[in-house]
């Protein structure tokens, strides 16, 4: 039988709630509720048949798409699906990916972690799961789809240019609270942060799709979504949370695609363009097999090996005072400390960013300093908070600043232990990140604050648990203290 897909605008559709604007929120809720209002005008709709229709509607017709989804309007049964005017207009820009010459990323949308994921890949990987549990079939294209394709591009578009800069940026929202316009840090990559994230959360979806039961059958689309990326902490250690979110996406990118021979896919990927686009003639490009190899290595570092941090811009940080004392890299020291006040452990990207603004405010009011005084503050949400960063002198172990970073964990540890897995986020990963991208000595120490400083910090419980870390060290002595720059104790 002939599919038949019937397509009804209707002129005269109801306004929802943050959609009636022209100038809507640019947030995941908002989307989840435009897709909770076409779930509930077409209840016989498949999520399968949503997602095909959400492509269709943002144009994603592209010759690599086709040849692993098929056209859009490819339904293996007959449905009339009614979008009114409003809810096209807003899937159309939100799904719809591209920068603007004035460096505003559109088809991006913030999240509550904090974080800013594209919406075309995220569909783009449930599509590939749905498909898969429906036919019963393995997930084929999930890699290319979600990630291979822009990586690979990027990486050959800038091949002229060091690794690092073929990746990202990140960016910087209008307001957190009313999301409106994305504005990058600097001049895009085909592989924006948003466009990665947007990867690693569709390959992962669409992952857990393709992988239920057999007797069990796919939620609808918007109960996915939330379940993803609307989970509650609660006060739980995220380490033991077994199901899969956002805040994890790393790892759980990391476990799923870590197995592949990820350089060899995105090669594959590369080449199954040019030849459904016949443009074969780039692969003779001899310069292609080590921009992707050194691309690949740039892309683990970044997204797998480094922990995500929560910028400035999107914490609300108040202006730097003065000028900023860079500093002198790769540092040999890492000092740890506790908050105190506040005096518990933050769950989410709000309590965490309220945090964040209030130790600032302190510092900056009631001590005079220009800035917060950390170089990176840990919540127990997954992410690590930028104080002043990884190139500016902070203030949080006196007479030490220059030497070595200071990274606090958020809350009062004298009598029991950060989370594990905020712990893990600076022993596994912080660290690592920093040595190698030459910020720390190979050979760094690390102490905590009330080794150098007459204090208590980081806490008895906190300061018990690092001494078993490696690296931890007692105060140099004597000579060593030549080696390796000053360790005098002193008091705040």
């Not at 809720?29 to 435009?34: R, V």
């Not at 049964?77 to 990323?105: C, P, Q, W, Y």
């Not at 940080?317 to 452990?345: C, D, K, Q, V």
Request: proline share 6%; charged share 20%; net charge neutral.
């Amino acid at each position: 039988m002939t599919t038949v897909v019937l397509w009804l605008f209707i002129v005269a559709g109801t306004c929802y709630g943050v959609l009636c604007s022209e100038d809507h929120l640019r947030d995941m809720d908002s989307f989840i509720s435009a897709v909770e209002q076409a779930e509930e005008s077409n209840p016989d709709l498949s999520p399968l048949a949503l997602v095909r229709r959400l492509r269709r509607t943002a144009g994603h017709e592209d010759p690599l798409t086709l040849h692993f989804l098929g056209a859009s309007n490819n339904i293996s049964h007959t449905h009339t699906s009614v979008f009114n005017t409003t809810l096209f207009g807003f899937f159309d820009k939100a799904i719809h990916h591209f920068v603007t010459d004035r460096g505003e990323e559109r088809g991006v949308v913030l999240t509550q972690d904090g974080t800013t994921v594209a919406i075309a890949p995220m569909l783009l990987g449930i599509e590939v799961g749905l498909k898969a549990k429906l036919e019963g079939t393995p997930p084929l294209g999930m890699f290319p789809l979600t990630l291979a394709k822009n990586l690979g591009l990027s990486f050959l578009s800038l091949q002229d240019f060091p690794p690092a800069q073929r990746l990202g940026p990140d960016g910087c929202w209008d307001n957190v609270t009313h999301p409106r316009v994305f504005k990058l840090s600097r001049v895009p990559t085909l592989a924006t942060d948003a466009l990665v994230n947007g990867g690693m959360d569709g390959s992962i979806l669409g992952m857990d799709l393709a992988t239920l039961a057999p007797s069990e059958q796919p939620g609808k689309l918007s109960k996915v979504l939330k379940g993803y990326y609307n989970h509650v902490l609660e006060g739980q250690d995220l380490g033991v949370v077994s199901s899969h979110i956002s805040p994890k996406r790393r790892e759980i990118a990391q476990a799923l695609l870590g197995t592949l021979d990820t350089q060899r896919q995105v090669m594959e990927t590369l080449y199954l363009v040019w030849r459904l686009e016949n443009t074969q003639w780039i692969a003779k490009d001899t310069g292609v097999e080590k921009a992707v190899r050194d691309g690949m290595l740039e892309f683990v570092h970044r997204y797998w090996d480094c922990p995500p941090i929560i910028p400035r811009c999107q914490w609300g940080a108040a202006p730097y005072r003065g000028s900023p004392f860079p500093l002198a890299l790769p540092l040999p020291f890492l000092y740890i400390h506790h908050t105190y006040e506040p005096n518990r452990p933050c769950h989410s990207f709000r309590q965490c960013s309220r945090s964040m603004r209030a130790m600032q405010h302190f510092h900056q009011e009631d001590r005079g300093w220009a800035d917060i005084g950390y170089s990176f503050v840990v919540g127990s949400d997954g992410y690590i908070y930028e104080g002043r960063g990884w190139h500016h002198l902070g203030t949080h172990t006196r007479g030490q600043n220059s030497y070595g970073y200071g990274v606090a964990f958020i809350g009062n540890y004298s009598s029991s232990l950060p989370s594990r897995h905020a712990l893990d986020l600076v022993r596994q990963h912080l660290a690592k990140c920093a040595v190698d991208a030459g910020r720390l000595q190979a050979n760094f120490t690390l102490h905590g604050h009330r080794q150098l400083v007459d204090t208590s910090c980081p806490g008895d419980a906190l300061y018990s648990e690092i001494r078993g870390w490696e690296h931890f060290k007692q105060p140099f002595t004597g000579n060593q203290l030549m080696e390796k720059g000053p360790m005098k104790k002193t008091s705040m």
